[in-house]
């Protein structure tokens, strides 16, 4: 089973990676990605960069970043390859543990679904 796990961020926090977070994020990706539960990572460009496609009452319109009335914001994601759930959360302790006691972080973890039946 596949898994998404999504890395929830205050955008406007002034925490910001340093040098030894990045070389121990690069171990763990290399790791995970060695063992297969890793499929794909990446960060996200900051919302300002970032526009909004929206469909209401049927008309499509865009939105221009950045989006002030979000407080918390995807800033990256890991497709993970687990058996079940549980083990998806376990690879994510993984990546916040990396980041050591003075970072607030929250993942949200969701089980992907494919083919002709997942939007039903």
């Known amino acids: 089973m596949q898994f998404l796990s999504m890395v929830r961020i205050n955008e ?10 990045m070389r121990d994020m ?16 990446a960060g996200l460009r900051p919302t300002v960069e970032g ?11 865009v939105v221009d970043g950045p989006f002030t009335e979000t407080r918390e914001v995807i800033g990256g994601y890991a497709i993970l390859e687990a ?32 083919g002709p039946d997942a939007c039903s």
């Open 83 to 114: 058996p079940s759930l549980e083990r998806a959360i376990e690879l994510t302790r993984r990546f916040l543990a990396v980041h050591g006691d003075s970072w607030e972080l929250e993942c949200e973890v969701r089980q992907l679904e494919r």
């Open 26 to 41: 690069g171990r763990l990706i290399e790791e995970m990605t060695a063992e297969g539960s890793l499929l794909d990572t």
């Open 12 to 21: 406007n926090g002034t925490r910001r990676p340093d040098e030894q977070l």
């Open 51 to 61: 526009k909004r496609v929206r469909l209401s009452d049927g008309r499509i319109r």
